[in-house]
């Protein structure tokens, strides 16, 4: 086993003493009539888990994590809603909803730009065509030519899902409603449906808007027999909401991304009417993105991204970012050592090929040949790009 591979390991090992440990603090919790202290704990499993589906080297250990994360969610929704105050009292006031979306809900006018997404020319066409160009002009997209109202981003992690969507954003100078999904669902227990009835709302005024769903899979999952009367309320209501943008002109798109689009739910699948896959970036993108993350910093004649980008095959754009960052670093920690960090008239001495040779044996690629398999064969059966 390679060094990469049994950190990697070790990495799994200590989230899954955390998740064990947060769940007995959880059951002891409940033994003690501690109800509040138990679903915390149960949430903070799920959201280790969710992690650990993200990271997870095989199908198989995926799957496990992902029915481990559907027990404790399910447990925390019947821990919260025993907790529940009577009905009336419970989020009466818009005012309290509105609270709820501020604190669960990121709106932003993103400034990420095109530039700022190294290649990934047939994703950025393809998101260009379903969204830029309708929410620009409405007046070109009506009746038979109607515009796009759900868009999947799928890949491996860390290829800039997140990064096009808020591209898109800043594009077409849309209000961005960024939404986590796991949050939606787990920290708002009870009151989920309500938010996503707001957040619909509230997309709607301020239109034209992107209401962005990262990780979807958190939330839009297969509908099983042991899945959770409330959770099943949720994605009802989720998919209610996006089957009504499809039905009026209004200037509303949705956005999801996800690492395992495996796991979505049919009916889902279906709203997203484009699934667009953003695939390891290649040859030039590695370029651009070694370029991207070196700005400001004195580099040596030595250093080649050219060589760096042949070198890197296999490596997501997040990789190459934390590839940079260690080589970056290298200076700074000669200076600590040598004692010529405290001088404040020392000179940093620039970064050189050898500081990203060092941090390349470091540094491995996160996604595995066997998971790109998986993409590709999805792209083949769901993909529309």
């Known amino acids: 086993m390679s060094k990469g591979s049994q950190k990697e390991l070790s990495v799994m090992q200590e989230l899954h003493q955390y998740v064990i440990s947060y769940a007995k603090k959880a059951i002891e919790y409940e033994k003690k009539g501690q109800k509040k202290a138990a679903l915390d704990n149960y949430i903070k499993a799920v959201e280790i888990l969710n992690k650990m589906v993200r990271w997870a080297p095989t199908p198989e250990q995926k799957e496990a ?6 027990t404790y969610l399910g447990r925390a929704w019947e821990i919260r809603k025993e907790l529940k105050a ?19 809900i990121i709106t932003e006018r993103p400034t990420i730009q095109w530039d700022d997404v190294a290649d990934l020319q ?35 992690p860390g290829c800039g899902k997140t990064l096009l969507a808020k591209a898109v954003a800043s594009e077409c100078d849309a209000t961005f409603f960024n939404v986590s999904a796991a949050t939606l669902v787990s920290k708002w227990l009870g009151e989920s449906e309500k938010l996503v009835r707001e957040l619909f709302k509230f997309s709607k005024e301020k239109q034209p808007s992107i209401v962005f769903f990262d990780e979807v899979d958190a939330i839009a999952t297969v509908r099983g027999r042991t899945e959770h009367d409330a959770i099943r309320r949720v994605k009802l209501q989720l998919m209610q909401e996006m ?3 499809m039905s009026d002109s209004e200037q509303i798109v949705v956005i999801g991304t996800t690492n395992i689009p495996w796991h979505i739910d049919p009916a889902f699948r279906r709203r997203f009417e484009k699934r667009i896959l953003v695939p390891l970036p290649e040859k ?21 991204f050219n060589l760096l980008a042949e070198i890197t095959e296999g490596f997501s754009g997040a990789d190459i970012e934390i ?25 940093i001495r620039p970064v050189t090929i050898q500081d ?30």
């Open 65 to 70: 994590y992902y029915r481990k994360a559907k």
């Open 86 to 104: 009577p009905r009336g009292e419970i989020s009466a006031e818009k005012g309290e909803i509105s609270a709820a979306i501020q604190d669960a």
């Open 122 to 156: 047939s994703a950025k066409q393809a998101l260009r065509e379903a969204i830029i160009l309708p929410l620009l002009r409405p007046d070109l997209f009506k009746g038979a030519r109607k515009p796009w109202k759900g868009v999947l981003l799928f890949g491996p």
């Open 243 to 245: 089957q009504g943008l």
């Open 284 to 304: 030039e993108a590695r370029e651009q993105i070694f370029i991207i993350h070196t700005r400001d910093v004195e580099l040596d004649e030595s250093v080649t």
């Open 323 to 347: 590839v940079c960052r260690e080589a970056i670093m290298n200076p700074v920690r000669e200076m600590d050592k040598s004692g010529l960090l405290k001088d404040k008239e020392a000179k």
């Open 356 to 385: 990203f040779e060092k941090a390349l044996q470091k540094i491995k690629p996160t996604v595995a040949p066997e998971e790109l398999l998986a993409y590709e064969k999805w792209q083949k059966e769901f993909g529309s790009l």
